[in-house]
């Protein structure tokens, strides 16, 4: 799934309101790209949530996936390594 994608999602689910604490910096960082990119506040952060979200849960298969793949080639990846 693409940004794109997400972006048109995040769009047609109902909005709840959300309040959270950003550092100043940061907070200003988002109100200027807010502005040059045209994109609302809401929409960047329900994108950078949505994402994290992703990534996080890909996180888990892979580690799994990558632990499977040592388990069962270990002596292939030992010799390997010498």
């Given at each position: 799934m693409t940004c794109h994608d997400m972006?048109?999602?995040i769009w047609r689910m109902p909005k709840v309101k959300f309040a959270t604490?950003?550092?100043a910096t940061v907070l200003k960082?988002?109100?200027a790209h807010?502005?040059?990119s045209k994109v609302p506040i809401a929409?960047?952060?329900s994108q950078a949530v949505a994402e994290h979200l992703r990534?996080?849960?890909v996180r888990p298969?892979?580690?799994d996936a990558a632990d499977q793949?040592?388990?069962?080639?270990?002596?292939l990846l030992q010799r390997l390594a010498k």
């Open positions: 972006s048109s999602i604490k950003l550092e960082e988002l109100r807010a502005k040059v929409e960047i952060v990534m996080v849960q298969a892979f580690r793949v040592m388990a069962e080639h270990s002596e």
